[in-house]
C-alpha cells in the first residue's frame, strides 16, 4: 500500500526523534522501545512535523538529496507504512 500525498504523517504523543549521544546515532524513541535509525530513516522522520503532507515529504527530500521524487516516494511510504503499522508513526488522512 502506498501512501497518498495528501497523507500528513505525524508521531504520535510519547515518541521522539532524539539523538543518542552515547552512541552517537539517531533514535526514535517510544513508550518501551527504542528504534535505531539509519540515516535515511533519521532524513525522512526530520521531515515529519505533523503537518506537512507526505507529497511535500517527498518533494523536500527529493530536493534536499537529488533524487528521483517517485523513489523516494515508495521508500519514504514504505517506512513509514511500516513504522505504523507498529503504532510508532500516525497517518493522517
Known amino acids: 500500500m502506498s501512501l497518498s500525498a495528501d497523507t500528513v504523517p505525524a508521531l504520535p504523543r510519547g515518541v521522539r526523534l532524539h539523538h543518542d549521544h552515547v552512541r552517537d546515532r539517531w533514535v526514535l524513541l517510544a ?21 506537512t503532507p507526505f507529497g511535500g515529504i517527498v518533494d523536500t527530500l527529493a530536493a534536499k538529496y537529488s533524487a528521483p521524487a517517485a523513489q523516494i ?19 493522517r488522512p
Open 31 to 51: 513508550p518501551e522501545r527504542t528504534i535505531s535509525l539509519d540515516p535515511v530513516g533519521h532524513a525522512i522522520l526530520s521531515e515529519v512535523d505533523g503537518t
Open 73 to 91: 516516494a515508495t521508500d519514504a511510504g514504505e517506512f513509514l507504512q511500516g513504522l505504523a503499522d507498529r503504532r510508532i508513526v500516525d497517518l
